[in-house]
């Protein structure tokens, strides 16, 4: 199953009445939005679809926003949304391309390949005029899903300590450029403000067209080499938590380069702690 799944492709699919896939809404939005995307879920979905809550399938024993859970945990979610070993999905957000990416990757993690990101997601499929339905999901039967943990695929505070005094990796940071400088307040209150010295600013929205979807695999390449990535390099992502840093994790896949590894407490974690050495504007 290929990374990416366009508007037309699902829809031919549901026309043709094939679910050989489940269909996951992983919408997400930033504690200063007040927005509850499972409210708008229950409002407007694709027919078919569970929500997937990043929030719940998550670790609830640290302060940490929707940290990754452990494998039993992971498992017995997946399971419970009627999701087996082989199952493919198709996972989409009401953004566009948001926080679909993220579950796109947390299913890597967990050694599950066969999952597509719906390229411009709800927004474009409203634009076209395609068919959505209301109320809440159909309660899936339960499935066995086994997780298999790659740890390659996630780094945690110390290793990033490491990069920033041996400078030995490429750490991404797909936050809002006024926000990576610290000229702009993050939207969790106790975070302070700027980057990870030796952090290189790339916007996620810079991997995106005006309608949601993914740029061109030639011209995220020429976008990565710009930041220094040619794919001979460890490269690790971070954004402010761990969400749209996945967007340019799959990006680096949809160019034909090694997605590298996503710092999954990012600036949550690193920007909330007094200990952590933080640059801002040109350090």
């Known amino acids: 199953m290929d990374h990416l799944i366009t508007t037309d492709a699902l829809a031919r699919a549901l026309e043709r009445r094939e679910r050989p896939f489940a269909i996951l809404d992983a919408s997400f939005y930033l504690p200063t939005e007040q927005t509850n995307p499972r409210t708008l879920f229950e409002q407007a979905h694709i027919s078919g679809a569970q929500f997937f809550d990043i929030e719940t399938i998550a670790d609830l024993t640290t302060d940490l926003p929707h940290m990754l859970p452990n494998s039993a945990e992971f498992a017995a979610a997946i399971g419970a949304l009627g999701i087996s070993n082989d199952t493919a999905i198709v996972v989409y957000d009401q953004r566009g391309l948001f926080s679909a990416a993220r579950v796109w990757w947390m299913f890597h993690v967990f050694g599950h390949q066969r999952i597509a990101v719906l390229d411009g997601g709800l927004p474009k499929w409203r634009a076209e005029s395609r068919p959505l339905t209301d109320g809440e999901a159909t309660q899936p039967r339960p499935a066995c899903f086994t997780a298999h943990f790659n740890p390659a695929l996630v780094r945690n505070r110390d290793d990033i300590l490491a990069v920033a005094h041996q400078r030995n990796a490429i750490l991404l940071d797909a936050r809002a450029a006024a926000r990576f400088v610290g000229t702009a307040p993050e939207p969790r209150a106790g975070m302070r403000a700027g980057h990870v010295p030796g952090a290189i600013s ?34 690790i992502t971070m954004c402010g938590s761990g969400v749209t840093a996945a967007i340019l994790t799959l990006g680096l896949h949809h160019a034909g380069l090694p997605i590298g590894s996503l710092y999954d407490g990012s600036w949550a974690e690193w920007g909330g702690r007094a200990d952590t050495p933080i640059e801002t504007a040109n350090g």
């Open 202 to 235: 790339l916007p996620f929205q810079e991997l995106l067209n005006a309608d949601q979807t993914l740029k061109s695999p030639a011209t995220l390449r020429a976008l990565f080499a710009e930041h220094g990535v040619d794919g001979t390099e460890t490269v």
